[in-house]
């Protein structure tokens, strides 16, 4: 069950909520302008309509009238919870001042970025097959790595000792045995990832073994050394991973439009750092 939170209260419903809902929700409620009052004040048929557009009801959930009278008893919760604080003027408190400055000036910038955003065009079919294509390891070759690692910490002449024992094909259990021997200090891992959650490094060298290899890494703090047990084919068509691909091409595509927005309110701005920021003469 999810819960609203206010002010450290929680607030209990048992519908779930989304902060993307929009206007077209089907769960408004009717035309009265007053729902509700609290103390006298008044919650109107706006604000509930504004939490009920963000309302997502579980397959097999609540009625409209039931997700109604929860989402408006969560709204006096919140209004109770509001009174209070404001009784004992926390609303003028300095901190709390600057926080709600902040969160507005949050919600103007979000806003102003979303508008520049909503032009950004969706990816092509043209421009998800051509990142389809310029990404085999992701989709049409990737692969599942199941192995195991060492993550040796050790000095120069101890890595050359452990690089020898692999050259002569011991076993990583083999070489566990010699650290312990050694009191060498080391981190032992199992893992199974695809090929798009292993850092660069260790996928070039992993790609390069075969089940049952163990292999090495040169680090900056000492050695890691891996021993691949299985290779999985784990390939995804393009049609399964076309959704997948214009999300991320879309996403690229707003980052880029966001940067240029700033980038070009810079070029216009009259900026001039000061006191200890000032440039130095």
């Known amino acids: 069950m999810l819960k609203f939170i206010c002010c450290g209260v929680a607030l209990s419903s048992v519908v779930f909520l989304s902060g993307c809902g929009g206007d077209d929700s089907p769960n408004k409620v009717g035309n009265t302008q007053v729902v509700a009052k609290v103390n006298g ?8 309509n504004q939490l009920l557009s963000r309302v997502r009801v579980p397959e097999g959930g609540l009625s409209k009238e039931d997700i109604e009278q929860k989402v408006l008893d969560s709204l006096i919760e919140k209004t109770l919870v509001l009174q209070a604080a404001k009784n004992v003027k926390l609303d003028r ?24 955003l909503e032009s950004v065009a969706k990816p092509t079919d043209k421009k998800i097959q051509r990142f389809y294509d310029d990404f085999p390891e992701l989709f049409a070759d990737r692969k599942m790595y199941v192995f195991t690692k060492l993550a040796i ?14 050259k002569q094909g011991r076993s990583i259990e083999q070489i566990v045995a010699l650290l312990k021997q050694q009191d060498i200090k080391y981190k032992r891992m199992s893992e199974a990832k695809g090929e798009g959650k292993i850092a660069s490094p260790i996928l070039h060298f992993l790609s390069a073994l075969q089940a049952g290899d ?8 000492g050695l890691l050394v891996v021993e691949l047990h299985r290779l999985l084919d784990q390939s ?35 900026i001039e750092y000061v006191g200890k920021f000032a440039p130095k003469p």
């Open 153 to 166: 910490s050790a000095d120069a002449d101890q890595v050359e000792q452990m690089i020898e024992q692999v």
């Open 93 to 116: 408190e300095p901190a709390v001042l600057s926080a709600l400055e902040e969160a507005k000036n949050k919600v103007l910038i979000d806003r102003y970025v979303q508008r520049t």
């Open 214 to 221: 163990v292999g090495y890494l040169k680090m900056t703090d």
């Open 236 to 270: 995804v068509d393009l049609e399964t991973a076309k959704d997948a691909i214009a999300r991320q091409l879309l996403l690229d595509e707003r980052k880029k439009a966001s940067k240029k927005l700033v980038d070009s309110l810079k070029e216009t701005a009259e």
């Open 41 to 48: 004040e008044e919650i109107t048929v706006h604000q509930l």
